[in-house]
């Protein structure tokens, strides 16, 4: 990186904020008519399947397409692609299996989605890192309204159709294959003159070993709680959850994903590790991201209950008095969100999947506590206050990691920065 850490991320990440915008906005817009169009159980039952499915497509292609903006030359990032494909195809047969346990189990036949579900949501990561190895930004915001502006207005026309769960759950299916094909992911799975996948496995191994349990123990406290909900409170009450969290954290999205996106390739150009100017573009990163999360937790804070009540109607204004409960912890993740590709590109992500692994089970417990406490509400309120230490911290380290000129321990064996 230049000596001006966030030189090139402007552009790139305000290409990206804007189509990142457009795709958020459909879905702000259409969530008064969606919640009319579809009760609170409904909503429930299609996060609970979105969380299960979420759990698999996070793991899909065993994280080795963010190794992508790493790779030396374009032989090895078309390896890793075919890599990817290969493992993603057996990700699927296996969701497929347990599609069928599920369904076995007394599940609703709508389970029979999940290995769709796995298998647009794999394409669309590998696709979106593929895209961010060749910087085409412009492609990657347009993806981004095709892929979640589009679920949102498939879901409308669901919802108008009469088709309940079903149509929640093919909607996004649809919009993520969409983006997908926008990207142009060549679907090959190379050919015998490319890198040995052993010798791809064996260099990139930090991302199925650490980012993968990494990633899937992420998606499976969402999947936790939506399931401790539903079982403590009912579906009505998950559909609050997952409705109120889905759009509390749509702000975390959309600034999370344009701007690690464009800080990605530009860390990854430090050669692996923490440079002066890398760290203190994360140290101007996480003061910028701040002063805009202040005014969504103050927003919340004052008119959650209000805004659900006159946005999604009456039936979710219990959805509101849970926002204003979750809205530090809302914050916090606005911050924190941007920042995971870092300990990707410092070669920490041992140190990432430990700490991890602890704020996920104190999510969980406080969760649960907060539930016996108060209710959905009470769950809320744990949450947010056990989740500031967590988030704090974890600003903290990478704001005073070590950088190349210091002595910099391996990062398999440290513990804290």
Known sequence: ??????????????????????????????????????????????????????????????????????????????????????????????????????????????????????????????????????????????????????????????????????????????????????????????SAD??????????????PLLNTPH????????????????ATLGPAAAGFWGLGLRYLKAPATLVGSAVSQALYPKLAAGGGRATVAGRQAVRQLIGLLALGAAPLVLVLWTLGPWLFAWLFGEAWRE?????QALALYIGLHFMAAPLAVVTMVWQAQAWALKLALFGQVLFVGALVAGMAWGGLQGA????????????????????RWPVSTDPVPDPMEQSAP
């Open 194 to 207: 490319l890198v040995d996948w052993r010798v791809l496995v064996r260099k990139y191994r930090d991302f």
């Open 1 to 190: 990186m230049s000596g001006k850490p966030l030189q090139g991320l402007a552009r790139a990440t305000f290409t990206l904020l804007v189509g990142g915008a457009m795709a958020q906005a459909l879905p702000l817009l259409l969530v008064p008519l969606l919640t009319r169009l579809f009760s609170p159980a409904e909503f429930g039952l299609f996060h609970l399947f979105a969380a299960v499915a979420a759990n698999l497509a996070v793991v899909a292609c065993a994280r080795f397409e963010f190794a992508l903006p790493l790779a030396a030359d374009e032989p090895e990032a078309q390896a890793l692609r075919a890599l990817c494909l290969r493992v993603l195809a057996g990700t699927v047969a296996l969701s497929a299996l347990g599609a069928v346990g599920w369904w076995l189990a007394g599940a609703a036949a709508w389970v029979a989605w999940l290995p769709a579900a796995v298998a647009a949501a794999g394409a669309v990561s590998l696709a979106t890192m593929w895209a961010t190895r060749a910087q085409r930004f412009q492609a990657l915001a347009v993806a981004r309204v095709l892929q979640y502006g589009g679920a949102a207005l498939a879901q409308v026309a669901a919802g108008w159709a009469g088709a309940g769960v079903p149509g929640l759950i093919a909607a996004p299916i649809a919009a993520a294959l969409l983006a997908t094909a926008w990207l142009r992911l060549p679907l090959a799975w190379g």
């Open 319 to 323: 959805a509101g008095s849970l926002a």
């Open 380 to 399: 809320g309120w744990a949450v947010s206050v056990a989740m500031t230490g967590y988030f704090g911290y974890y600003m903290l380290a990478l704001a």
């Open 215 to 230: 990633a899937f123990a992420g998606a499976l406290q969402d999947t936790a709680s939506v399931a401790l909900i539903a």
